[in-house]
């Protein structure tokens, strides 16, 4: 079962991704329709917020959609939203979803739909920040993770290239 | 469609009107427009501070486009630094957010009564009191607007205290690391009583073929990324090209009087990256994350983060002031950022003022007691403190090489070295005949952005540079032919790239796998529906160099201000390559055909039927009046600084 997974401590704050999925999307740059979004808060910030769905085994806003406006797809697992059974002015998943992937749009709240399993934002990521991976599904939700597959040869050749610094900055950051 | 906003700041009045296709077709945007609309905006008598200038921001053609790096737009004006044609481009998320807040260009007109900032949001421009800014530095300016507006991705392009205090080449700041630096613009926002632009929108940016842009996008991020080169400049950004002119016997230091150094071990970008680099940061839309961030411990124990450095500020300070210490040249580099200071200017006017100190020229007495000795922490940022502040030599050059050269006297601006009044870069060329060149006819003064044929330094076959040019290049950068053609191709890519809004780093300017103008017409055609071919899109940039030269030659400019530094015509001091200078009788025989490949008369001004061709005959009718008098003017050069830039002061 594929995930999308984010790795924040390497993006580097180019909002290709928000451009790719607005456009992809909607055919328009408007990146208030990005179904994901990263957000540097101060400028001297060197660290970002990414939002955008994890498709989590457990989803506080499937719990508290009171019209089933939000259905978990029983073959894929990802959560999508049909905005026209959505009440009007209810935004109980945005307040609920504890990563902030839901939002509105233009026309509607969105959130991510993994692109059919093949996500744009993940293609435009030099930096592997997005990268999809494949989990064993057990009974209890998602089990452990394969290697991730490389989109592309690796970056780093013998200690130096690639991203070092940021993979410092990472650890940081989950420490 | 494209907007533009006409601001008359003193009257705090905003207007929207269309900018007209056929505008675009000739001008394309960004730098193209800017240019064109200068110089019907101002004369050869406007003051570059004074209420007449006018400050224009142009976002590029392709700007804020799901395409690869569309990043960028320019502020142009009068320079204050030079006094002649100011212009700058920055990267970051101001550009692409102003376009999505509905405008793509700004007029900015007059002088406002009290300081104020401009609160540009989806087509709606506000007018705000900046006054309580004062004590804040750029990024602070930046993060006070942020929360005032509560808005986190609201983006700010910024003045410091510099362009406050009319520091005459302090920058427009963007984040921490973005600066429109070059030629003073934060002096002229700081003139017209504008502290910060704030932008931010939800608007659309019309896409021609939505199908054709993705296509055309996936190609591109695919041919930059696909490239050989492409690991080593997003890994190290523009501090390449510190390992590359020390490895090749061109670094330049103290303040050019030598091409090498013996301060390298420690001024060497592996070392930035290992201790000092704490992260990367791209610009929208830009797979190559090329600017780095830093983490330093200061002298004082603090623990300070940034952005940058870029070369231009690790060259500048490393081997032309001699400092081979990394944590000073951060906090200078982090100083200018606050402050609002050019970093290419700041470091070439501390080189200057340490070569002046060294020579006797200048001494304590003017320094405020400050000792400016090669490479010392306390003298490069007693420098840049006492210009913000405005005393000591800092009340000197505040205003100016110019002017503080002709306070100083005793010679003083013969050490500074600079094209047209801008100072050249901190590496040293004169052994690169293309790049001389292209230095001595940047057109807003010595400039590695316009026209430096970087291709030059890689010894390409011939059969790859006439691909290329069109005509083949000689490997050897020391050969004097055919590079006029070189410069030529260079200026007229750059032009281009300036006007769409794309970084020069992801063109042919850097890598010959780069985007050229073959992408730059695919990308156009999908995003606007405009059709070039390769030919006219050449002619484009053709005509806004033809259109800067003119600006140039209304300023009183011609062939007498295309020389490069007086210091290239001695030769290096160092290295396998010593001896090498740039011989005045080749190098003169290579501007003449320069202009004549150009469609210019000997003294550098665009012929009548050049003009013509490329539909400039109307801005150029002023010639009709001065062709003559050039050639009187120019029948005897003034000694020494010798330009009108430096006579009108």
Redesign the interface.
């Known amino acids: 079962m594929l995930r999308l997974r984010v790795d924040r401590g390497k993006c580097?704050?180019?909002?290709?991704c928000e451009?790719?999925c607005?456009?992809?999307h909607t055919?328009?740059?408007?990146?208030?329709n990005s179904r994901i979004e990263v957000?540097?808060?101060?400028?001297?910030d060197?660290?970002y917020a990414i939002h955008v769905c994890h498709q989590c085994s457990l989803c506080p806003p499937l719990d508290v959609c009171p019209t089933g406006a939000l259905t978990r797809d029983a073959q894929t697992g990802i959560v999508h939203i049909d905005t026209a059974q959505c009440p009007p002015g209810c935004r109980l998943c945005v307040d609920a979803c504890p990563l902030h992937a839901i939002w509105a749009g233009?026309e509607g709240l969105i959130l991510c739909d993994f692109c059919g399993g093949d996500p744009e934002c993940v293609?435009?990521c030099?930096?592997e920040a997005l990268f999809v991976r494949e989990y064993a599904l057990t009974p209890r939700g998602l089990g452990k993770h394969a290697e991730k597959s490389p989109l592309?040869p690796p970056?780093a050749k013998g200690g130096?290239?690639?991203?070092?610094?940021?993979d410092s900055?990472r650890e940081r950051h989950s420490g | 469609m494209r907007r533009m906003a006409v601001i008359d700041l003193a009257a705090r009045t905003a207007e929207a009107r269309d900018v007209p296709e056929d505008l675009r077709r000739r001008f394309l945007g960004g730098r193209g427009i800017n240019t064109h609309l200068l110089f019907h905006a101002v004369n050869e008598w406007t003051d570059p501070l004074g209420p007449d200038n006018v400050l224009f921001l142009g976002a590029g053609l392709l700007t804020g486009l799901p395409w690869v790096g569309g990043t960028r737009c320019n502020f142009t004006a009068k320079s204050p630094e030079t006094g002649h044609l100011g212009d700058s481009a920055a990267g970051g998320h101001f550009a692409a957010e102003l376009r999505f807040a509905g405008f793509d260009h700004l007029v900015l007109k007059g002088r406002a009564g009290r300081p104020v900032y401009l609160w540009i949001h989806d087509g709606e421009i506000e007018f705000r009191d900046a006054a309580h800014l004062e004590p804040l530095n750029s990024a602070e300016t930046q993060n006070a607007i942020k929360a005032e507006l509560g808005d986190v991705k609201v983006q700010v392009a910024a003045i410091g205290p510099a362009g406050r205090r009319l520091v005459r080449w302090a920058c427009i700041m963007h984040g921490v690391g973005d600066a429109w630096g070059r030629t003073g613009m934060g002096a002229v926002m700081g003139s017209k009583n504008l502290w910060a632009i704030a932008v931010r929108g939800n608007g659309a940016i019309p896409v021609a073929d939505p199908a054709r842009m993705m296509q055309v996008t996936e190609a591109h991020f695919a041919q930059i990324t696909g490239t050989k080169g492409f690991l080593a400049t997003s890994n190290y950004g523009t501090l390449i090209r510190l390992n590359n002119t020390r490895t090749q016997g061109y670094e330049g230091g103290f303040n050019h009087q030598q091409n090498m150094t013996e301060l390298s071990a420690e001024l060497d970008s592996d070392v930035f990256l290992d201790k000092y680099e704490s992260g990367k940061a791209s610009c929208f839309n830009c797979p190559t994350h090329c600017r780095h961030q830093h983490e330093v411990t200061l002298r004082d124990g603090k623990v300070k983060r940034g952005g940058g450095p870029e070369y231009y500020g690790a060259g500048g300070w490393g081997s032309q002031c001699g400092c081979s210490d990394w944590p000073t040249i951060l906090e200078a580099w982090d100083y200018c950022n606050e402050m609002g200071l050019d970093t290419g200017s700041a470091t070439a006017y501390t080189a200057w003022l340490m070569e002046l100190y060294e020579k006797g020229i200048i001494t304590e007495a003017d320094t405020n007691g400050l000792p400016l000795k090669w490479g010392d922490h306390d003298a490069i940022l007693g420098v840049l403190r006492q210009t913000v502040e405005r005393r000591g030599i800092g009340a000197l050059v505040a205003d100016g090489w110019m002017s503080a050269a002709r306070r100083i006297g005793r010679d003083a601006h013969r050490f500074f070295d600079h094209v047209k009044g801008l100072t050249i870069e901190c590496d040293d060329v004169r052994g690169h005949r293309a790049q001389v060149l292209g230095l001595a006819t940047a057109s807003r003064g010595a400039d590695h952005l316009r026209s430096r044929f970087t291709l030059e330094e890689f010894s390409l076959p011939e059969k790859v540079t006439e691909k290329l040019v069109g005509v083949p290049i000689p490997a050897d950068a020391l050969s004097y032919t055919n590079k006029e053609h070189a410069c030529i191709w260079t200026e007229d890519v750059c032009a281009l790239a300036d006007s769409l809004g794309i970084c020069k780093f992801l063109t042919k300017w850097l890598s010959v796998g780069l985007l050229g103008v073959g992408e730059f017409r695919d990308a156009i055609e999908a995003a606007t529906g405009m059709r070039f071919s390769v030919e006219e899109l050449m002619r484009v940039g053709d005509r806004i160099t033809n259109m800067e030269r003119l600006f140039l030659a209304r300023e009183g400019m011609s062939r007498k201000d295309d020389a490069p530094p007086e210091k290239f015509t001695q030769p290096w001091t160092h290295g396998p390559r010593a001896g090498t200078r740039v011989e005045p009788e080749p190098f003169e025989a290579l501007l003449d055909r320069y202009y004549a490949t150009r469609g210019w008369d000997r003294q550098g001004i665009p012929r009548e039927e050049t003009l013509r061709a490329l539909g400039l005959e109307k801005e150029g009718a002023f010639l009709a009046d001065r062709r003559d008098v050039h050639f009187v003017w120019n029948a005897a050069p003034a000694e020494g600084v010798g330009t009108h830039a430096a006579a009108q002061g």
């Not at chain 1, 580097?12 to 290709?16: A, L, S």
């Not at chain 1, 055919?27 to 208030?32: A, D, E, H, I």
């Not at chain 1, 130096?160 to 940021?166: Q, V």
């Open positions: 580097t704050n180019c909002r290709f451009s790719a607005a456009f992809t055919g328009q740059t408007v990146l208030k957000v540097q808060r101060a400028v001297e060197q660290s233009t293609k435009v030099y930096t592309r970056l130096k290239g690639g991203f070092g610094p940021a900055l």
